[in-house]
């Protein structure tokens, strides 16, 4: 009397663990597939860091350069700054001598 009881009790618990096993799996295949899509966009951002960081050296550098040449233009035209003084001096001096005579 009991066993056919059971036996459908039973029935009912094994459709009921396949049902709940089938929506853990499918829950399982969508984590799996969320982490290689994270992987995935993982692998891009280190690429384009890498990138970022190389171009990053290099506007270093062209700052670095570019400093450089702006310290030497810079050097060149305060060293330019006393003989044209001194030029100007004697243009005056020139002109002074000429409206004199």
């Known amino acids: 009397d009991a066993l056919p009881i059971w036996h459908a ?6 459709s009921s663990l396949r049902g709940a096993l089938d929506e853990y799996e499918s829950k399982i295949n ?13 692998n ?4 384009i860091n890498r990138d970022n960081a190389a ?14 040449q702006h310290q030497a233009v810079s050097d060149h035209l305060q060293d330019a700054d006393a003989p044209l003084k001194q030029t ?11 409206s004199e005579e």
């Open 88 to 98: 100007n001096l004697l243009l005056r001096m020139l002109e002074t001598s000429r």
């Open 30 to 42: 969508d984590l799996r597939d969320s982490l290689n899509d994270a992987t995935g966009q993982t």
């Open 9 to 14: 009790d039973n029935k009912a618990l094994v």
């Open 44 to 47: 891009q951002a280190k690429n």
């Open 55 to 68: 171009q990053l050296e290099d506007v270093k550098k062209r700052v670095n350069e570019m400093k450089r």
